[in-house]
Structures are given as C-alpha cells and as structure tokens.
C-alpha cells in the first residue's frame, strides 16, 4: 500500500544540524520531494532527489537516499531560526493513469537558541 | 507573477451548514488538485482535475464533498451537511500539466496555494 512516514518532531539548537528522516513504500518512486510549510503558508517545494542518486546537495541542504531500505533523510546544516518549519516528505506513485504525490504527516522542526 | 489563491483564508461554520472553498490556480495550469491537512495526520488527496474533468475522485471522504472547476481555472470544494470532523485546512495547488502514460514517474512541480482553515463548531 501507499505510506509515507516520518516522525512528527524534531527540536534542534540553532546552529546545528538537524535530520529530518522519512520512510516510503513505493520502490517505483522514481523522484522523491521534500517540501517545506512555514507558519500560516501553504508548501513550498524545497528539494527532491532522482532514485538513481544516492545523495544530493543544495547549499545547506543534503539529501540522502537508501533504495535498498526505503529511506529517505534531509540534512540541515547551520540551522537557523528560519528553518522552523513544518517539513513533508513525499513519493510519487503513479496510480489511475496519472502520477499522484503521497505525503508523509511531516515532520515540525522546532530551532531554538 | 501572482501564485495560487485561496478563499476565504478561514472559515467558521456550524455543524449541518455547508460550506464553499474556492481555488484560483496560477494561470494556464491546467492541473489542480485539492489536499485536506488535518492535525498529525499531514496531506490527506482529495481530489485532481486534469483540465474541467477530474479523473480521480478517489480521496473524497464522503458524498457530502463534491468539486467542480469550470473554465478549467477557478475550482470550488464544496462539503454539504458538515461535520465536526472535517475541520481542517483544506489545502489547494496546481501544476502546469501532469505526466501520464510515457511520462511515468516524471513530475511537474505542484505550487500550493496558503490554504482554507474550515472550522465547524
């Protein structure tokens, strides 16, 4: 069946890294997404990785991926206070003739001083 | 450019009374696609509209949701007779057009709109 999971919170003292992990279960995904929710916003697309790569990198963002276990992780560097945020981790599974995002509950990063 | 628009922001209704959410994609999208985020249980799929029609209706919790989208922009969710359980932010984002068939697998981005939060006392 179609399930994405991550924890639901994350608290972090600004100025370390935080990681942000996910699991799906589609091993067909062949794009997975990280998308990021500030307060009173709608998601913005943060970052997503092809399934033929390992890791992915974007400024303090780094993103790993495992196929063999399903696992899916985003690393902050040098979090700061702006990163708080709500952070969904999503697969893409193509079902009824279309391709369809599956969101995981998301993930909120809590960053204090 | 101006991106997708929702309304009203909020919304408190009684319980039985319905309620209309409205949708504004960015323009020339011709995908659009409702999400309900409900507290710890993240995006739950409503519903997508590939131009006017809406191939898959799979997420809608109960005949009391229905949608439609006319001119293949503006789209209304509408929920009849609601209940206490379906307050929740009801979220809306489009696309430029979504891969099907040949294309599996590949993804046009989904930009989302800031969302309805319905309340029903």
């Known amino acids: 069946g179609e399930d994405v999971e991550q924890s639901l919170f994350l608290s972090v003292r600004e100025g370390d890294s935080s990681v942000i992990n996910c699991t799906y279960t589609?091993?067909?995904?062949?794009?997975l997404y990280w998308y990021k929710q500030e307060p009173g916003a709608g998601l913005q697309l943060l970052t997503y990785i092809f399934s033929n790569m390992d890791m992915k990198q974007d400024q303090r963002l780094t993103v790993l991926l495992n196929k063999k276990d399903k696992h899916l992780s985003l690393r902050i560097a040098d979090t700061q206070t702006g990163d708080s945020a709500i952070y969904f981790c999503?697969?893409?599974?193509?079902?009824?003739?279309?391709?369809?995002?599956?969101f995981g509950a998301g993930t909120r990063l809590a960053v204090h001083p | 450019g101006a991106g997708v628009s929702q309304s009203p922001s909020n919304k408190v209704t009684e319980k039985g009374k319905d309620v209309e959410l409205r949708c504004d994609p960015i323009s020339g999208h011709t995908a659009l696609y409702w999400y309900r985020q409900s507290l710890g249980q993240g995006l739950e799929f409503l519903i997508y509209f590939q131009g006017n029609s809406a191939p898959d209706k799979s997420g809608l919790p109960s005949d009391r949701f229905s949608a439609e989208r006319t001119g293949g922009s503006v789209s209304t969710l509408t929920i009849q007779r609601t209940q206490q359980e379906d307050s929740a932010v009801y979220l809306c984002?489009?696309?430029?057009?979504?891969?099907?068939?040949?294309?599996?697998?590949?993804?046009?981005?989904?930009?989302f709109g800031p969302g309805t939060r319905l309340t029903v006392l």
């Open positions: 999503a697969e893409i599974l193509f079902s009824g003739g279309y391709n369809k995002l599956i």
């Open positions: 984002a489009s696309s430029s057009r979504t891969p099907s068939g040949g294309e599996k697998g590949t993804y046009n981005e989904q930009f």
């Open positions: 589609d091993s067909s995904s062949t794009y």
